[in-house]
């Protein structure tokens, strides 16, 4: 052998790949119906019979679609038995006569799903103008008597008499020696979930029906609901739409029931706005275009391999008050139960396996913990999420068929319909509200909420000795418990006039009760974990106001310095201008007594918002807009004390100042909506007050009439 020539050999494949590939690259048995069945669809079928024959002598499957295309002898040949043939890729992508469909599937291993349910295969397919063909295999056979692919033998045989297509053409599939003939009263239903959510709800009008048969079965699945039993008893509706130029318009309803007669139903209807995202995870912000990175809002760029998105949500509230007041309420949970989640659809067909029970793909469940009455989980929504085929090639589905590929395509996917939902949160935040004031009545007392928060964490803490999770959040469970009774001591104690925590002890004791339900019930540890975080979070963040911080004497100058320091690097990084004439002594400095860790805490707090808002305005406006901060002295204005206010040139407060003040209050995605709130409380704390005003009211400079807020200082004597 002649020295250092290489060996040119081509890769060969086993036999055993067609089973690897069908068998046990398919997930379950309905997955493998289901993938069938969207190859009729790609083959332009109007409609597939589903038949599983059980109780028959020799089980059966047949998937039987008509009027689809149908195979000649050139395409079983050529198409049907090339393994990864690009016949649906690429130049061959095209849209079909009389239907205009785009092939959904395009990896050329989807009918290798007829192995995962039965081992043998008879197929009997007729084209236009091409005599009906039957296909004949014995899997098993097949393989056993081939060593690599290339050397398998398939039966394709002609009829001289069509079977099944006097009349019409397409492809009937049946499968003998089936894997699996124990189908359960679940496993069928789950089935017939599968097929009737391939077709969107939403839409009125298709081109595809899927009908499934069990003989002998009937009972089993005949009576699942029907998305129409339960749509018009939702509580909120909300459609949106964004165009292709990453323009936003959205539809709101809420529809409480009429014997609610104190709440009143409400619309809110935007056309052609900017979605605000969310704050974007390091992954989702490398997915996006280098030069929209540091954009609050939606670009088109962000849509690239994506294209336009539509979709519709209905929400509903499951507690058995409101349940018995929509009405049907055993029909509303049962759909719930089995049909909740938001689904995806590429053009009306839906992709696997987004918005099955087990699959939380947005994160609702988690974010529902940390604001359980004002976020939804997926057990709450019956939704889909629509997509153009040709214009989402960016989201490739995984071979499993069980999604899409983690790529950064799906990342900006999965990122826009969480600030679509944050939009939605948003949005019904008012009315939610609402909602849950007007169900407790606000007759809610503090002294039993107490001693069933006491009850609860002793529960908590004899289930966490139970299941051995002492480790892992007993610490949490001592640090929730100790921060919220010194709360609750300091308030009743202190003698500091105004402080009223109500709303958030409210959202402790009723988060305390949820994390000792999630023990009793075994939930994962993840859950718990995050419930107990939350928890001692929440309680993190207010718990200094009141214990008994140090209070000092200091020059407000020496707050004003430290906190422009601070946060010099971020006005150079958002552009942001910052004028603070009392750092240069062009405007009055003043003392104050106070814990200077508060101030600077509450001081923080402002900026960020004011960052936040200038920065979205300047992505609205664009260029000839410069971001722009304040913070001066008012040391004569108010009656009451010397001032500091902060003023920016951003879009203003949309919420009236009584409500910006108020726990849980937003219209800022993501946020908790308790940032102002701790502000205020601060502020009284100390003797003062904090203030939103209309810059007029301050007789502010033109350059700064955007929100203006201030920190009023008890005057000393």
């Not at 492809?171 to 894997?179: A, P, V």
């Not at 719930?336 to 099955?356: H, K, M, P, T, W």
């Not at 929440?538 to 140090?550: C, I, S």
């Amino acid at each position: 052998m002649e020295g250092n020539k290489p060996i040119i050999r081509p890769f060969r494949a086993n036999a055993h790949l067609l089973k690897l590939l069908g068998d046990e690259l398919i997930g379950d048995d309905r997955l493998a119906v289901f993938e069938l069945v969207k190859n009729a669809y790609d083959a332009n079928a109007t409609s597939v019979d589903v038949t599983l024959n059980l109780h028959e002598e020799y089980p059966s499957i047949i998937i039987w679609d008509h009027k689809g295309f149908g195979m000649t002898e050139e395409d079983i040949l050529n198409k049907w038995m090339e393994i990864g043939t690009d016949s649906k890729r690429s130049k061959n992508k095209v849209r079909t006569p009389k239907l205009n469909r785009l092939p959904l599937g395009e990896k050329g291993v989807g009918r290798l799903a007829v192995h995962k349910l039965g081992s043998q295969l008879t197929i009997h397919t007729r084209a236009e103008n091409s005599v009906e063909y039957k296909i004949s295999i014995n899997w098993p056979r097949l393989i056993e008597d081939a060593e690599y692919i290339e050397d398998t033998r398939v039966s394709i045989t002609p009829l001289s008499e069509p079977v099944y297509f006097q009349d019409e053409t397409g492809t009937r599939i049946e499968i003998g020696e089936l894997n699996n003939i124990h189908w359960t009263r679940g496993d069928l239903r789950r089935l017939k979930r599968l097929l009737t959510s391939l077709i969107s709800p939403f839409k009125t009008v298709s081109d595809f029906d899927v009908r499934l048969s069990v003989p002998g079965r009937e009972k089993d699945i005949s009576d699942l609901l029907d998305a129409g039993d339960i749509l018009d008893k939702a509580m909120w509706t909300y459609d949106f739409l964004i165009d292709e130029n990453a323009n936003f318009s959205y539809s709101y309803e809420f529809n409480p029931p009429r014997i609610f007669k104190e709440l009143a139903s409400s619309e809110i209807s935007k056309d052609d706005v900017k979605l605000e995202l969310l704050k974007p995870t390091k992954e989702e912000n490398v997915a996006r275009d280098e030069t929209v990175r540091e954009s609050l809002l939606l670009q088109p760029e962000d849509l690239k391999g994506i294209g336009g998105i539509s979709g519709k949500f209905y929400v509903y509230i499951k507690t058995a008050t409101v349940l018995n007041a929509v009405g049907s309420p055993q029909l509303i949970k049962d759909y719930l139960a089995e049909q909740s989640g938001l689904r995806v659809y590429r053009d009306g067909i839906r992709v696997f396996n987004y918005g099955e029970s087990n699959d939380d793909w947005l994160g609702l469940n988690a974010g529902r913990i940390n604001l359980p009455g004002l976020k939804i989980d997926s057990g709450m929504v019956i939704g889909g999420i629509d997509l153009d085929l040709e214009w989402s090639y960016g989201l490739k589905e995984k071979t499993n068929r069980e999604g899409f590929d983690d790529n950064d395509t799906f990342k900006r996917f999965r990122w826009v319909i969480t600030s679509i939902v944050e939009n939605f949160h948003l949005t019904h935040r008012e009315d939610r509200i609402a909602l849950t004031e007007y169900l407790k009545g606000d007759t809610e007392d503090t002294s039993p909420a107490t001693a069933r928060f006491s009850e609860s964490i002793d529960e908590i803490k004899k289930s966490i000795k139970k299941h051995g999770l002492e480790d892992e959040i007993g610490n949490k469970v001592k640090q929730i418990e100790t921060d919220y009774l010194q709360m609750r001591e300091v308030t009743i104690s202190s003698g500091i006039a105004g402080i009223n925590l109500a709303v958030i002890f409210h959202e402790v004791e009723r988060g305390v009760e949820d994390l000792n339900a999630s023990i009793r019930q075994s939930d994962d540890y993840e859950t718990l974990l995050k419930r107990a975080e939350h928890l001692a979070e929440l309680l993190e963040g207010f718990a200094p106001l009141l214990r008994r911080n140090e209070h000092k004497t200091f020059n407000i100058k020496a707050l004003t310095q430290k906190i422009s320091r601070l946060n010099q690097h971020r006005f150079t990084h958002h552009n942001v201008v910052l004028s603070c004439p009392i750092n240069t002594d062009e405007s009055e400095s003043f003392e104050v007594i106070a814990p200077f860790g508060l101030l600077q805490a509450t001081l923080s707090n402002l900026i960020d918002n004011a960052i936040h808002w200038t920065c979205l305005k300047a992505e609205e406006i664009g260029s000839g807009y410069q971001p722009a901060i304040k913070i001066d002295s008012l040391p004569t204005w108010f009656k009451e004390g010397p001032a500091l206010v902060v003023m920016d040139n951003g879009p203003g407060f949309s919420l009236a100042a009584e409500e910006a003040v108020q726990p849980f209050k937003t219209t800022r995605p993501g946020g908790m909506g308790v940032g102002l709130y701790y502000a205020d409380k601060v502020m009284e704390s100390i003797g003062g007050s904090l203030l939103i005003c209309s810059p007029d009211d301050l007789e502010l400079p033109d350059a700064y009439q955007g929100a203006a807020v201030v920190m009023i200082f008890k005057k000393e004597m």
